[in-house]
C-alpha cells in the first residue's frame, strides 16, 4: 500500500529566513484550523513529530474525507534539503542555462548511468553547503544542482519544506496561498509514495 506525500519547497527562501518563514506557516495554519497545534507522533519525517490535520483541513485539499492512517500529518522542514518523490527515478533532467533536457533512464525505466555521472555526489555536496555543480553535457557550463529542473519535478533544492502525508490532493488555492504568506516565493509541489 504505501504512504502518499505531498511536499510545498519554496525555491527562494534562504537559510536566514527558513525557520521564520516555516514558524509564520504553521502559525497561520493553526490559526486557520488546517493543521492541530500539538505536535504529535503522526509523520514519517525526522523525529516523527507533526502537526495532524485541524477541524478545518478540509478547506486545503479536494477530497474533505480525512484519512484514518497514522501517518496523517504536516512536517515543516527547514536547512539545506533535497527533497525528492520517493519510489521511482527523475526520467529527464534540464539544464538551467541551456535549456538542454538530458534523458535519465532508458525506455524500461532503469536509470542511464552515463547520464547520472554529472550529477554523482552534487546532491550531496549542496546539502552539505556546497555549491553542487553539474556540467551540463551539451552547454558545457556549470551551474548549482539547485537551479536544475527536473521531469515532474521529482527533486527540488531548498531550505523549506512543508510535507504533507497522505493528505488528499491539495488545493490549487491552497498552494497559491502558501506563496502568497511566503511572500511569492517560487515554490514546487513535489508527489510522492513511499
Known sequence: MGDY?????DLDATEQDAARLGAVLL??????????????????????????PGPNYAKAVDDPEPVELWSNGLYIATGRTVFDSGQGEAG??????????????DDTWCPVDDAWEPFAGRFEDWEKGGEGAVECTSCHRP?????????DG??????LGLTFWNWA????????EVRRRLGGHRTVTLRGKL
Open 92 to 105: 529527464v533532467a534540464t539544464c538551467p542555462l541551456c535549456a538542454t533536457t538530458i534523458r535519465l533512464v
Open 27 to 52: 502559525d497561520r495554519l493553526i490559526a486557520d484550523g488546517i493543521v492541530d497545534a500539538e505536535r504529535t507522533d503522526c509523520v514519517l519525517d525526522a523525529d516523527g513529530y507533526g502537526n495532524a
Open 5 to 9: 506525500f505531498q511536499t510545498i519547497v
Open 143 to 151: 551551474s548549482g544542482i539547485d537551479r536544475w529542473s527536473w521531469e
Open 154 to 159: 521529482y527533486y527540488a533544492c531548498g531550505q
Open 169 to 176: 490532493e491539495l488545493t490549487p488555492d491552497f498552494e497559491q
